[in-house]
């Protein structure tokens, strides 16, 4: 089953249609961007997951922002990840006290060592996001790397694939190289606003696809 992650949400309407469609994990922004939340602001949209008996998991997403600054908005807002998206190192990484999602950004010069050395050197549970290196953005930016360098990493590892993602493209992406998850914030957009049918279709097309790797699995 492949994980779903829905980043950048900002209205409290987008986060009770992903918890009823059955996503994994919310992305709510913290870092500088037009999908910025302040805390208080993601809290208010949250609040009333947390009484559901069962909930999509939140994750904040920041940029080389203060340990102690990521560390106190995840508190404040109960997130149960951190997504670290900017250029931290090991060393920051041991100062955040939630489970991480700890983003890697391709370019055309990125090799599967490369990905495979850094997800060795990280904190045991971290979930890896692999997600398109942008000229003048941490994320967010809707395009995609190259995805041939997917089937060079050792399938069993906990990789999350964003960048560029969208209702038409995800069922390949999964049928070609069952990723652990996927994470999709533009591609579920429509001028910019988050829409109900684009977020609707994205989840069909994930289901669609692993339903049709369980039949591959199932003849073989
Ligand atoms: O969403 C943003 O604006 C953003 C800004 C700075 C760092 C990360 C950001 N977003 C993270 C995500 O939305 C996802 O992890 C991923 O990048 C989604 O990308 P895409 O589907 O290509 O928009």
Redesign the pocket.
């Known amino acids: 089953m492949t994980r779903i992650?829905i980043?950048?949400i900002t209205d409290v309407e987008t986060i009770g249609l992903c918890a009823r469609l059955g996503a994994d994990f919310i992305?709510l922004?913290f870092?500088?961007?037009?999908?910025k939340l302040t805390p208080e602001r993601a809290l208010e949209l949250t609040h009333h997951l947390f009484t559901m008996p069962k909930r999509p998991k939140l994750a904040g997403?920041f940029?080389n922002a203060p340990a102690y600054e990521v560390n106190r908005i995840a508190e404040y807002c109960r997130l149960d990840r951190v997504?670290l998206?900017g250029d931290e190192d090991e060393d920051y990484c041991r100062r955040i006290e939630r489970p991480l999602i700890r983003?890697t950004r391709i370019d055309g010069d990125t090799g599967a060592e490369e990905i495979e050395s850094r997800i060795a050197a990280a904190r045991p549970r971290t979930i890896h996001?692999l997600?398109?290196r942008g000229d003048d953005?941490?994320?967010?930016?809707?395009?995609k790397f190259d995805w041939t360098i997917l089937g060079g990493l050792e399938p069993s590892l906990p990789l999350m694939v964003?960048?560029?993602?969208t209702p038409e493209n995800v069922g390949e992406l999964i049928l070609r190289y069952h990723p652990w998850g996927v994470?999709?914030?533009?591609?579920v957009e429509s001028r910019g606003i988050k829409d109900p049918a684009k977020i609707l279709a994205f989840i069909r097309a994930v289901k669609a696809a692993d339903a049709r790797l369980k039949g591959v699995r199932n003849a073989a």
């Open positions: 992650k980043c950048g992305g922004v870092a500088e961007s037009r999908r997403v940029v997504q998206s983003a996001l997600d398109r953005t941490y994320g967010g930016s809707g395009e964003a960048g560029g993602l994470d999709v914030s533009s591609g």
